[in-house]
């Protein structure tokens, strides 16, 4: 049996937070979908299969109040509203497996059957506790979530409230919990945000509250053995992670994705995701993923971008002034996956100017334009063998060595940075061997094709590469030098190849990234 038995390679399973759909998308939310997208085409490229799994938070109080201030029913909001999120992926170029949406009949079901067996394994009880009331906020507190005494978002008086609710026995697993995050060096990304949580893990945790009386929410999944009940949203979303993959309806297909490779999530809701959802998973005896990535916020004015802040960003505006590709480029780019970043237009347009147009707009311009006069557009023939003094090739062809191992190590700002400085020494090496003054000598012919081939080389290594970075500004530069967009190089041997044919017909095509209008000159 051993010799027949072919072992189903497991897909790299990535998965961004479900967004609440209570307000449209904004900039942070585009961040972590364009940080999954990247690693995931990143798998892509390298021949390995993927399932990269985003959706949509439909429960609970936010967006039953965004729904009655809409006078609308909460599915037929939730319903409208999600169309605003595909659309966005779509634009963002987010090439996603599989959307979930909360509201899914099969995810509702897998939702109820973990309840029910937790409540077998006697780990939920029920128990009664008093909290918090504020009418006007229709907010329910806790002693400690309380502001003097008052409700902590409105500043006014609270009222006492007795509830009945079911509780998971989060308490019961907290030294387990512990032990696992120190022994699993990995498990959460990055260091300090490892620390944070060990720290809060010093005091003693609470159980949580899973449910919500119905009287006082009704939005929410029915509890599975109490009428009165609806389930905590919390407890709801994060179970998309593995109701997506079949977890209690098809054992053949969650046997073939999980455990899920990396949850991306941001600093905020890494309690939830570190802390709550390891706990649930080893109360339901499954394997933990293997990585939590936490990424910082993005600010601006020093406060974190939020439709509630009112300080939103657009994505659809910034990508239709700049492009897809200076967006992902900008989010990807200016700050280390963990940190914050101060999000600017005028930065943003200044990265779009120095980096994208003056150094790879340029570079592009110039190889397309130096074919163009010398060789009648063509790729001239050349000794691939030829060594050409600070030739940018050699490096052209580590690319695939250096951006990977910065890829595996969930850092595309460093991958960015490696083919940068390969495309600002190619830029140099223009200027140091001066193709047009070869150009003016017909004994130097063989050294002008040199020069340029080897540039060519170099920058179709350079766009190979970018597809999982800036796939519509690879796609465009593989097209106009011919390459087939051929997205697996398993091998560092597929990636090493000269890539370019002697003799092809090269395109200049349009500017890649176009001068910004003068006005937003004028402003950088
Ligand atoms: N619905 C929950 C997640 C459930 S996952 C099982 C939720 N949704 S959210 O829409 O409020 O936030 C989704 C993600 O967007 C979070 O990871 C959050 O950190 C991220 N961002 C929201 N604003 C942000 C910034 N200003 N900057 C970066 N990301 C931020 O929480």
Redesign the pocket.
């Known amino acids: 049996m051993g010799a027949f038995f072919k072992a189903m390679t497991k897909p790299y399973y990535i998965t961004t ?4 759909v209570n307000a449209s998308p ?4 585009a ?2 979908n364009i940080l999954c997208d990247t690693f995931a085409r990143f798998r892509r490229f390298r021949g390995e299969k993927v399932f990269f799994l985003t959706g949509t ?1 439909e429960h609970g109080t936010k967006i039953d109040r965004a729904a009655r201030d809409q006078k609308q029913e909460p599915k037929a909001y939730v319903d409208q509203m999600v169309p605003k999120f595909k659309e966005l992926w779509k634009l963002l170029e987010i090439e996603y497996d599989y959307f979930i949406r909360t509201t899914d009949q099969n995810h509702k079901e897998t939702v109820q059957k973990i309840l029910r067996n937790l409540e077998k394994k006697g780990e939920i009880y029920k128990a009664s506790y008093t909290g918090w009331y504020c009418t006007p906020c229709e907010s329910f507190w806790t002693k400690f979530q309380l502001a003097e005494g008052k409700c902590p978002d409105c500043h006014r008086e609270v009222q006492a409230l007795e509830e009945e609710n079911y509780f998971f026995k989060l308490s019961q697993h907290q030294d387990w919990l512990k032990a696992y995050i120190q022994d699993n060096a990995g498990f959460i990304r990055p260091e300090s945000r490892k620390n944070e949580i060990l720290g809060f893990l010093e005091q003693p945790l609470e159980d949580l509250c899973i449910t919500r009386p119905r009287n006082r929410l009704a939005w929410g999944i029915d509890y599975p053995t109490s009428k009165e009940h609806v389930v905590y ?2 407890f709801d ?2 179970i ?2 593995v109701s997506a993959v079949g977890l209690t309806k098809d054992a053949k297909k969650f046997k073939a994705h999980w455990p899920a490779d990396a949850h991306v ?5 890494l309690r ?2 570190a802390v709550y959802w390891p706990i649930m998973l080893k109360a339901c005896e499954v394997e933990m993923p293997k990585t939590i990535i936490a ?5 601006m004015a020093g406060t ?3 439709k509630s802040r009112g300080n939103a960003v657009d994505p659809v505006e910034l990508v239709q002034t700049y492009g897809v590709d200076a967006f992902r480029y900008f989010l990807l780019r200016e700050v280390t996956l963990g940190l914050d970043g101060a999000f600017s237009e005028d930065l943003l347009a200044q990265r779009y100017t120095t980096d994208l147009a003056n150094d790879l707009g340029n570079l592009w311009f110039r190889l397309a334009s130096m074919l163009g006069k010398y060789f009648e557009g063509r790729i001239p023939f050349f000794d691939l063998k030829s060594s050409v003094r600070s030739s940018p090739m050699a490096g052209a062809l580590n690319l695939w060595t250096s951006v990977g191992a910065a890829m595996d190590d969930y850092n595309p700002r460093q991958a960015l940075s490696e083919i940068w400085n390969l495309i600002t020494g190619a830029n140099q090496f223009i200027e140091r061997t001066k193709p047009w003054e070869l150009a003016k000598d017909a004994a130097k012919r063989e050294d002008l094709a040199s020069v340029l081939g080897h540039l060519a080389v170099t920058v179709a290594h350079v766009a190979v590469i970018l597809q999982p970075l800036l796939p519509v500004t690879a796609a465009h530069i593989l097209k106009r030098l011919k390459i087939a967009e051929k997205n697996v190089f398993k091998t560092q041997e597929d990636f090493i190849q000269p890539l370019v044919s002697f003799g092809v017909l090269v395109e200049r095509g349009e500017a890649l990234f176009p001068k910004l209008e003068e006005e937003k000159e004028e402003k950088i």
């Open positions: 937070p479900l967004y609440y904004h900039i942070g939310h961040y972590t938070d949203v919390w979303a994060l998309n992670y999530v941001g600093k905020d809701i939830h995701h990424h910082g916020w993005w600010t974190k971008v939020s």
